[in-house]
Protein backbone atom coordinates (compact mmCIF):
# COMPACT_ATOMS: atom_id res chain seq x y z
CA UNK A 1 0.00 0.00 0.00
CA UNK A 2 1.08 3.15 -0.56
CA UNK A 3 1.37 6.11 1.82
CA UNK A 4 0.37 9.49 1.26
CA UNK A 5 3.01 12.07 0.84
CA UNK A 6 5.14 9.10 -1.06
CA UNK A 7 5.87 11.69 -3.94
CA UNK A 8 5.20 11.31 -7.93
CA UNK A 9 3.96 7.87 -7.36
CA UNK A 10 6.84 6.63 -6.46
CA UNK A 11 6.68 3.26 -3.99
CA UNK A 12 7.51 4.18 -0.17
CA UNK A 13 9.04 7.71 -0.27
CA UNK A 14 8.00 9.48 2.65
CA UNK A 15 8.85 11.24 5.22
CA UNK A 16 9.24 11.21 8.84
CA UNK A 17 7.80 12.40 11.84
CA UNK A 18 7.45 15.49 13.17
CA UNK A 19 9.68 17.67 15.20
CA UNK A 20 13.37 16.21 15.34
CA UNK A 21 12.79 13.50 12.88
CA UNK A 22 11.52 15.54 10.46
CA UNK A 23 13.94 18.11 10.20
CA UNK A 24 16.57 15.03 10.12
CA UNK A 25 14.45 14.10 6.91
CA UNK A 26 14.83 17.37 5.38
CA UNK A 27 18.52 17.60 6.33
CA UNK A 28 19.37 14.69 4.73
CA UNK A 29 16.84 15.55 1.75
CA UNK A 30 18.85 18.96 1.27
CA UNK A 31 21.94 17.70 1.47
CA UNK A 32 21.45 14.75 -1.30
CA UNK A 33 20.15 17.58 -3.73
CA UNK A 34 23.84 19.21 -2.82
CA UNK A 35 25.50 15.84 -3.50
CA UNK A 36 23.81 15.62 -6.83
CA UNK A 37 24.95 19.54 -7.51
CA UNK A 38 28.55 19.14 -6.36
CA UNK A 39 28.65 15.58 -8.38
CA UNK A 40 27.58 17.25 -11.44
CA UNK A 41 29.83 19.87 -11.16
CA UNK A 42 32.79 18.29 -10.65
CA UNK A 43 32.30 16.21 -13.29
CA UNK A 44 31.51 18.86 -15.69
CA UNK A 45 34.44 20.43 -14.37
CA UNK A 46 36.98 17.43 -14.87
CA UNK A 47 37.57 17.47 -18.51
CA UNK A 48 39.28 20.97 -18.06
CA UNK A 49 41.94 19.34 -16.65
CA UNK A 50 42.95 17.26 -19.41
CA UNK A 51 45.58 17.48 -21.85
CA UNK A 52 44.80 20.13 -24.32
CA UNK A 53 45.28 18.25 -27.54
CA UNK A 54 45.46 14.35 -27.15
CA UNK A 55 44.96 11.91 -29.73
CA UNK A 56 41.45 12.03 -30.88
CA UNK A 57 39.24 9.83 -33.45
CA UNK A 58 40.11 10.68 -37.12
CA UNK A 59 39.50 9.77 -40.94
CA UNK A 60 42.67 10.08 -41.56
CA UNK A 61 45.87 7.64 -41.59
CA UNK A 62 49.36 8.60 -41.86
CA UNK A 63 51.85 6.28 -43.40
CA UNK A 64 55.60 6.23 -43.39
CA UNK A 65 56.20 6.13 -47.10
CA UNK A 66 60.52 6.06 -46.90
CA UNK A 67 63.01 3.46 -45.48
CA UNK A 68 63.78 5.11 -41.88
CA UNK A 69 67.68 5.55 -41.71
CA UNK A 70 69.47 3.65 -39.02
CA UNK A 71 69.14 5.11 -35.33
CA UNK A 72 66.22 5.95 -35.06
CA UNK A 73 62.43 4.21 -34.91
CA UNK A 74 59.46 6.40 -36.32
CA UNK A 75 55.99 6.25 -35.51
CA UNK A 76 52.65 7.90 -35.75
CA UNK A 77 50.61 7.81 -32.77
CA UNK A 78 46.53 8.03 -33.37
CA UNK A 79 46.09 7.22 -36.85
CA UNK A 80 47.58 11.03 -37.80
CA UNK A 81 47.99 12.75 -34.66
CA UNK A 82 51.53 12.64 -32.86
CA UNK A 83 55.12 12.16 -34.79
CA UNK A 84 57.07 9.99 -32.00
CA UNK A 85 61.07 9.54 -32.97
CA UNK A 86 62.93 7.33 -30.69
CA UNK A 87 66.82 7.51 -31.23
CA UNK A 88 68.97 4.60 -30.37
CA UNK A 89 71.25 4.45 -27.29
CA UNK A 90 74.40 6.50 -28.19
CA UNK A 91 73.03 8.10 -31.15
CA UNK A 92 73.06 12.09 -31.54
CA UNK A 93 69.86 13.31 -33.53
CA UNK A 94 68.35 16.72 -34.56
CA UNK A 95 65.28 17.68 -35.94
CA UNK A 96 64.98 20.92 -37.78
CA UNK A 97 61.95 22.81 -37.20
CA UNK A 98 59.02 23.99 -40.08
CA UNK A 99 61.57 27.23 -40.81
CA UNK A 100 64.80 24.85 -40.52
CA UNK A 101 65.58 26.11 -36.83
CA UNK A 102 66.85 24.31 -34.37
CA UNK A 103 63.70 21.91 -32.55
CA UNK A 104 64.43 18.51 -31.25
CA UNK A 105 67.36 17.08 -30.78
CA UNK A 106 68.19 13.87 -28.93
CA UNK A 107 71.50 13.37 -26.86
CA UNK A 108 73.55 9.88 -27.04
CA UNK A 109 73.15 9.80 -23.31
CA UNK A 110 69.18 9.42 -23.55
CA UNK A 111 67.96 13.40 -22.66
CA UNK A 112 65.81 14.77 -25.05
CA UNK A 113 65.61 18.23 -25.65
CA UNK A 114 63.45 20.88 -27.12
CA UNK A 115 63.82 24.10 -28.57
CA UNK A 116 60.64 26.90 -26.60
CA UNK A 117 61.89 29.41 -28.44
CA UNK A 118 61.58 27.94 -31.67
CA UNK A 119 58.22 29.06 -33.86
CA UNK A 120 57.71 24.97 -34.33
CA UNK A 121 57.28 24.55 -30.73
CA UNK A 122 53.98 26.89 -30.57
CA UNK A 123 52.78 26.08 -33.94
CA UNK A 124 52.84 22.33 -32.70
CA UNK A 125 51.05 22.86 -29.23
CA UNK A 126 48.28 22.05 -31.19
CA UNK A 127 46.95 19.61 -33.80
CA UNK A 128 44.97 22.22 -35.72
CA UNK A 129 48.01 24.56 -35.43
CA UNK A 130 48.64 27.76 -32.85
CA UNK A 131 49.45 31.14 -32.95
CA UNK A 132 52.68 32.79 -32.54
CA UNK A 133 53.54 34.63 -29.58
CA UNK A 134 55.23 38.22 -30.33
CA UNK A 135 58.73 38.13 -30.84
CA UNK A 136 59.16 34.74 -31.86
CA UNK A 137 61.13 33.48 -35.05
CA UNK A 138 63.86 31.50 -36.64
CA UNK A 139 66.22 33.75 -35.39
CA UNK A 140 65.27 33.91 -31.37
CA UNK A 141 68.28 32.51 -28.99
CA UNK A 142 67.99 29.11 -28.49
CA UNK A 143 65.99 27.90 -25.54
CA UNK A 144 66.30 24.18 -24.97
CA UNK A 145 64.47 22.35 -22.41
CA UNK A 146 65.00 18.90 -21.38
CA UNK A 147 61.68 16.94 -22.22
CA UNK A 148 62.57 13.31 -21.80
CA UNK A 149 65.34 11.20 -20.94
CA UNK A 150 64.42 7.43 -22.36
CA UNK A 151 65.43 8.49 -25.87
CA UNK A 152 62.11 8.83 -27.30
CA UNK A 153 59.63 12.27 -27.76
CA UNK A 154 56.24 12.58 -30.09
CA UNK A 155 54.92 15.88 -30.76
CA UNK A 156 52.56 17.44 -33.36
CA UNK A 157 54.30 17.47 -36.94
CA UNK A 158 52.71 19.34 -39.16
CA UNK A 159 54.60 17.89 -41.84
CA UNK A 160 52.89 13.95 -40.91
CA UNK A 161 49.71 15.38 -41.24
CA UNK A 162 46.91 17.10 -43.18
CA UNK A 163 46.00 20.50 -42.05
CA UNK A 164 42.82 22.01 -43.05
CA UNK A 165 40.22 20.57 -44.99
CA UNK A 166 39.97 17.87 -47.19
CA UNK A 167 40.49 18.02 -51.17
CA UNK A 168 39.10 14.56 -53.00
CA UNK A 169 37.16 11.94 -51.72
CA UNK A 170 37.50 8.99 -48.75
CA UNK A 171 40.58 6.85 -50.39
CA UNK A 172 42.53 9.47 -52.17
CA UNK A 173 45.70 10.31 -50.04
CA UNK A 174 44.82 14.25 -48.98
CA UNK A 175 48.58 15.45 -47.74
CA UNK A 176 52.07 14.71 -48.22
CA UNK A 177 55.53 16.22 -46.42
CA UNK A 178 59.21 15.20 -45.38
CA UNK A 179 60.48 15.44 -41.50
CA UNK A 180 64.33 16.22 -41.68
CA UNK A 181 67.02 14.17 -39.60
CA UNK A 182 70.40 14.77 -38.77
CA UNK A 183 71.58 11.52 -37.17
CA UNK A 184 75.30 11.47 -36.25
CA UNK A 185 76.02 14.22 -38.42
CA UNK A 186 74.66 12.45 -41.22
CA UNK A 187 71.20 13.88 -43.28
CA UNK A 188 68.60 12.10 -43.97
CA UNK A 189 64.90 12.50 -44.82
CA UNK A 190 61.55 10.59 -43.40
CA UNK A 191 58.29 10.89 -46.00
CA UNK A 192 54.80 10.77 -45.20
CA UNK A 193 51.66 10.39 -46.72
CA UNK A 194 48.34 10.56 -45.24
CA UNK A 195 44.89 9.03 -46.86
CA UNK A 196 41.33 9.89 -46.37
CA UNK A 197 39.47 6.70 -44.86
CA UNK A 198 35.71 5.99 -45.33
CA UNK A 199 33.82 6.54 -42.08
CA UNK A 200 33.39 3.66 -39.65
CA UNK A 201 30.00 1.47 -39.72
CA UNK A 202 26.96 2.76 -37.28
CA UNK A 203 26.08 -0.62 -36.81
CA UNK A 204 28.02 -1.43 -33.47
CA UNK A 205 27.29 2.18 -31.92
CA UNK A 206 23.53 1.59 -33.05
CA UNK A 207 23.38 -1.95 -31.43
CA UNK A 208 24.89 -0.46 -28.31
CA UNK A 209 22.56 1.90 -28.06
CA UNK A 210 19.53 -0.59 -28.51
CA UNK A 211 21.18 -2.41 -25.53
CA UNK A 212 21.83 0.15 -23.32
CA UNK A 213 18.19 1.46 -24.23
CA UNK A 214 16.70 -2.12 -23.47
CA UNK A 215 19.16 -2.03 -19.57
CA UNK A 216 18.47 1.54 -18.99
CA UNK A 217 14.56 0.87 -19.25
CA UNK A 218 15.00 -2.68 -16.90
CA UNK A 219 16.29 -0.33 -14.73
CA UNK A 220 13.69 2.27 -14.70
CA UNK A 221 11.31 -0.43 -14.00
CA UNK A 222 13.85 -1.43 -11.02
CA UNK A 223 13.08 2.11 -9.83
CA UNK A 224 9.12 2.00 -10.34
CA UNK A 225 9.26 -1.08 -7.69
CA UNK A 226 11.48 0.44 -5.38
CA UNK A 227 14.13 -1.38 -6.23
CA UNK A 228 17.05 0.91 -6.17
CA UNK A 229 19.80 -1.81 -5.36
CA UNK A 230 19.23 -3.09 -9.03
CA UNK A 231 18.67 -0.24 -11.11
CA UNK A 232 22.40 0.42 -9.34
CA UNK A 233 23.54 -2.91 -10.52
CA UNK A 234 22.38 -2.03 -13.72
CA UNK A 235 24.47 1.18 -14.01
CA UNK A 236 27.32 -0.70 -12.51
CA UNK A 237 27.27 -2.68 -15.21
CA UNK A 238 27.67 -0.21 -17.78
CA UNK A 239 30.00 1.68 -15.13
CA UNK A 240 32.74 -1.47 -15.02
CA UNK A 241 32.22 -1.64 -18.66
CA UNK A 242 33.19 1.60 -19.37
CA UNK A 243 35.51 1.50 -16.93
CA UNK A 244 37.71 -0.72 -18.68
CA UNK A 245 37.51 0.76 -22.46
CA UNK A 246 38.97 4.09 -20.68
CA UNK A 247 41.46 2.18 -19.01
CA UNK A 248 42.57 0.17 -22.02
CA UNK A 249 42.58 3.61 -24.15
CA UNK A 250 44.87 5.48 -21.36
CA UNK A 251 47.43 2.83 -21.26
CA UNK A 252 47.21 2.10 -24.63
CA UNK A 253 49.13 5.45 -25.42
CA UNK A 254 52.63 6.89 -24.43
CA UNK A 255 52.72 9.53 -21.39
CA UNK A 256 53.97 11.93 -23.18
CA UNK A 257 51.02 12.55 -25.70
CA UNK A 258 49.08 13.33 -22.36
CA UNK A 259 45.82 10.54 -22.66
CA UNK A 260 43.26 12.58 -20.41
CA UNK A 261 42.71 11.30 -17.11
CA UNK A 262 38.75 11.12 -17.69
CA UNK A 263 39.17 8.54 -20.01
CA UNK A 264 38.47 6.47 -16.44
CA UNK A 265 38.46 8.95 -13.79
CA UNK A 266 34.69 9.31 -15.02
CA UNK A 267 33.17 5.90 -15.49
CA UNK A 268 35.21 5.18 -11.99
CA UNK A 269 33.93 7.93 -10.20
CA UNK A 270 30.46 6.27 -11.61
CA UNK A 271 31.33 2.65 -10.49
CA UNK A 272 31.91 3.75 -6.73
CA UNK A 273 29.06 6.10 -6.12
CA UNK A 274 26.95 2.92 -7.25
CA UNK A 275 28.51 0.80 -5.38
CA UNK A 276 28.35 2.80 -2.43
CA UNK A 277 24.12 2.56 -2.98
CA UNK A 278 24.55 -1.09 -1.14
CA UNK A 279 25.24 0.98 2.42
CA UNK A 280 22.98 4.30 1.77
CA UNK A 281 19.33 4.07 0.93
CA UNK A 282 16.88 6.66 0.35
CA UNK A 283 17.77 9.86 -0.77
CA UNK A 284 21.11 9.04 -0.88
CA UNK A 285 21.34 6.51 -2.21
CA UNK A 286 19.22 8.62 -5.00
CA UNK A 287 21.63 10.99 -5.17
CA UNK A 288 24.34 8.64 -5.64
CA UNK A 289 22.96 7.39 -8.71
CA UNK A 290 21.92 10.21 -10.24
CA UNK A 291 25.64 11.77 -9.58
CA UNK A 292 27.06 7.78 -11.40
CA UNK A 293 24.57 8.67 -14.41
CA UNK A 294 25.57 12.32 -15.03
CA UNK A 295 29.47 10.77 -15.42
CA UNK A 296 28.54 8.13 -17.68
CA UNK A 297 26.95 10.69 -19.90
CA UNK A 298 29.81 13.23 -20.14
CA UNK A 299 32.06 10.04 -20.43
CA UNK A 300 29.97 8.98 -23.19
CA UNK A 301 29.70 12.37 -24.40
CA UNK A 302 32.94 13.06 -24.87
CA UNK A 303 33.73 10.31 -26.96
CA UNK A 304 30.41 11.20 -29.53
CA UNK A 305 33.25 11.98 -32.35
CA UNK A 306 34.63 8.06 -32.12
CA UNK A 307 31.19 6.66 -32.97
CA UNK A 308 31.84 6.84 -36.52
CA UNK A 309 35.12 7.89 -36.97
CA UNK A 310 37.62 5.42 -38.91
CA UNK A 311 40.53 5.35 -36.54
CA UNK A 312 40.41 5.54 -32.57
CA UNK A 313 43.20 6.02 -30.50
CA UNK A 314 43.06 3.02 -28.62
CA UNK A 315 44.53 -0.61 -28.42
CA UNK A 316 40.42 -1.99 -28.00
CA UNK A 317 38.70 -3.11 -31.23
CA UNK A 318 37.07 -0.34 -32.26
CA UNK A 319 33.31 -1.60 -32.64
CA UNK A 320 33.70 -3.06 -29.55
CA UNK A 321 34.89 0.93 -28.31
CA UNK A 322 32.03 1.91 -29.96
CA UNK A 323 29.20 -0.32 -29.04
CA UNK A 324 30.02 0.08 -24.95
CA UNK A 325 30.48 4.37 -25.37
CA UNK A 326 27.01 4.05 -26.96
CA UNK A 327 25.76 1.81 -24.52
CA UNK A 328 26.86 3.24 -21.17
CA UNK A 329 25.76 6.62 -22.36
CA UNK A 330 22.45 5.46 -22.99
CA UNK A 331 22.07 3.63 -19.69
CA UNK A 332 23.34 6.65 -18.06
CA UNK A 333 20.58 8.73 -19.33
CA UNK A 334 18.19 6.29 -17.96
CA UNK A 335 19.52 5.80 -14.58
CA UNK A 336 20.18 9.71 -13.90
CA UNK A 337 16.66 10.22 -15.16
CA UNK A 338 15.41 7.39 -13.06
CA UNK A 339 16.85 8.80 -9.89
CA UNK A 340 16.36 12.47 -10.44
CA UNK A 341 12.66 11.86 -10.24
CA UNK A 342 12.90 9.72 -7.04
CA UNK A 343 15.09 12.04 -5.42
CA UNK A 344 12.70 14.98 -6.64
CA UNK A 345 9.38 13.29 -5.36
CA UNK A 346 11.47 12.29 -1.58
CA UNK A 347 12.37 16.45 -1.68
CA UNK A 348 9.33 17.88 -2.21
CA UNK A 349 7.37 14.88 0.01
CA UNK A 350 6.14 16.90 3.38
CA UNK A 351 6.91 15.37 6.55
CA UNK A 352 3.98 12.86 7.57
CA UNK A 353 3.42 10.38 10.95
CA UNK A 354 5.43 7.44 9.31
CA UNK A 355 9.33 6.85 8.94
CA UNK A 356 10.70 6.17 5.65
CA UNK A 357 10.71 3.16 4.35
CA UNK A 358 14.57 2.73 4.22
CA UNK A 359 15.27 4.85 6.66
CA UNK A 360 13.64 2.40 8.77
CA UNK A 361 15.99 -0.15 7.11
CA UNK A 362 19.45 1.41 7.86
CA UNK A 363 18.06 2.08 11.50
CA UNK A 364 17.32 -1.55 11.88
Request: charged content about 15%; aromatic content about 8%.
Amino acid sequence: MQVPGSGWGWPGRVGRTRGTLGMVSWSRRWLAAVGVVMGVAGAVASPVVAWADPPGPTDFRTTIVTDVPAGITVAILGGDSFLQVTADPGVAVSVAGYQGEPFVEYLPDGDVRENRASPSYWISQSKDGASLPAGVSADSPVEWVTVASDGSYAWHDHRTHLMGAPVGAPGDVVARGDVPFVIDGAESVVSFETTWLPAASPLPAIVGAIAGLAAAAWAAVSYRRGQATAAAAVGGAAAAAALAIGLTQFVSLPRVVGAPWTLWVLPLTALVALAATSRWRGPTADALCAVAGVELVLWALARRSGLTAAILPTDTPFWLDRAITAFAGVVGVGLAASALVALVATITAPPSGLPHRDDALTAS
